[in-house]
């Protein structure tokens, strides 16, 4: 633990410094989002918008899972959350009053509508953020596997409400959502995420959390208040999955109880898990990796006839783990990695 | 790194696999062929694919050969979007077909509706998902439609003159089933007596059905799923109510008998089709399909294979086979001769086609007859 507290320290000097850094990322992402579409096909720019998506849900589970060491399992649930009610939220609003939404000339989105749309983004993940309290806080009391059952239970329950709400369509699902997500907009809370995530981390708040993550005892004894960290992280973590809800609700336009499933929750574990429990790199890297090879494997499925992605995508996994046990990047982040190279071949300290 | 070798690859394989003068028609296919849902998506891809096959055999349309690419979508909607954008701007597919399940063919719809390719999904339910636009068509018919059906058959085959409703208010499609029965029942003369309701997951039904049984009705119509209709049989008869219950597509599973068992008997249900239908098609179909793949076709298995024929005749129709031609030669289907009865395209691109009633008699559905819409 004594290493990556030094490591730490660089890097907290070098987080505030490149805050525009930060944003000049954000500027990039919206070049992107009108230069890419005439260049890339419609497809692998589809698959870089999912894997946005899938980066926001394993950075924020990253929070709970791999900086505070507790298992969550009800990822989906907290998705769902966000996502049902930023999509019931707009296509209330576009119904009521359309004029608000697109230009009854040109047709062209307006800025109003935009701003509700973000507004409804960030209902959905206080939506989930309150959830996440409620559900946390009894169970997060408590050290062991309860977390992890208690927030699988959850899962299901909520998705089981959404399967019986008539407002939002049950079984049917909501359809017929407007489609705001872009890639720019998925992109901009990639970065506004990992830069929380960064930052709380970095942050007194995130001693706490990998205090707890290393010895709750000893943490206890140093006069941390053990729950109130881990809660926060929790709710923290369910704030950025339901706005990836948001996000993901926005995007396909429809949304079925169905979709968030325990094995939604399942891949975003993997992704976490893979990428190294303690690491934002890790998680951007597995969760782009995992999301783009399923994508990749296609082209085997049409040449073979048979549907062996998930097989292979499972043997890939296996075999990740047994070479990395720690994940790709263990709880090393890639600035660590590259200076330790770096100090290698310079022979300093 | 990953990603751009793939990238490079897909991209040089799709300059070599994309001459100039193709000779094969390419159709896609989406369908949820592993999963939770995986029995629904192998039936409608050995539907599709068998339909395809016999057309090939014939010489395909217009002496080019269809060539099918299936991908899967592992029951999940977003992977439903990929595959369909991947068919449509990769592949350069000429039209679509799939899916089962709704919530999967509106992921797909907006999408091929954007790129103008025509979709034709199978067998989804839900009125929204031709509502998307006018390339999206479907070969099965809409909920409302099959209250129409037993409204009809109650009042024409059974003679019913008073009929009880037992609605499931907590589904969409019990409920316009329900409505859709009580107008068109009305409207043939018939009367509603009493209209009891009950929410899916209840176990016991017994008030509702002794008041109904208070009003001494000629039929009992309960448009629900297997589960509660199981229960609601064994109940009613218990309490001495003997008329026939009816019901719509949502009876079709081998579970019914398992939970009514000898109660069901006397009972009718709408259906897509019938495999003990007697006609040359239904036939036909049933035999081709059992030499292919050495088991009997269900109904999923019968509506890909129609959705592929349907779009096989509108193709044959077209002069250059551009996707606004196909369009314009779908949207003016009538009258086809399908396996699940003759297919007409309506205005709103629904299918307009006979229902076929089953009668559920000591575990096995009956052919009882066909009404036409």
Redesign the interface.
Known sequence: MGSAYKSEEKSTAAGIMSLRWWMLAIGFAWLLNYFLPDVMSPYYFQILILAGINVILSVSLNLVNGFTGQFSMGHAGFMSVGGYLSAYLTTQFVESRPELFTDSVTGELLATGIVIYLAALIMGGLAATIVGYIVGLPSLRLRGDYLAIVTLGFGEIIRVVFLNTDAVGGARGLSGIKQFTSFGWVYTLVIVTIFCVWRVVHSAHGRILLSIREDEVAATAMGVNTTQGKVRAFAMGAFFAGVAGGLFAHYLTTLSPGTFDFNRSFEVIIMVVLGGMGSISGSVVAAILLTVLKEALRPLQQITGVDLRMVIYSLVLIIMMLARPKGIFGTNEIGDLIRRKKGAKGGAT | M??NR??A??LA?AVIASPVFASTIKIGEVGS??GSEATFGVSTHEGISLAIKEQNAKGGIKGKKIEL?S??N??????A??AT??LV??DKVTAVLGEVA??RS??MA?IAQQNKVPMISPSST?P?VTEVGDYIFRVCFIDPFQGKVMAKFASDELKAKKVAILRDV???YSVGLSNFFTEAFKKSGGEIVVDQSYSSGEVDFNSQLTSIRAKKPDAIFVPGYYTEVGLIAKQARKLGIKVPLLGGDGWDSEKLYEIGGKSLNNSYFSNHYSQEDQSASVQNFIKSYKTAYKKTPDGLAAMGYDAAQVLFAAMDKTKSMSAGEIRDALAKTKDFQAVTGRITIDEKRNASKPAVVLEVKDGKFLYKSTVNP
């Open positions: 990953f990603f793939t990238l690859t897909l394989s062929m592993s690419i991908l899967d592992q029951g999940k909607p977003e992977e979007a990929i954008t991947k701007t990769q709704s919530s509106l992921a907006p839900n929204k907590k589904s969409d």
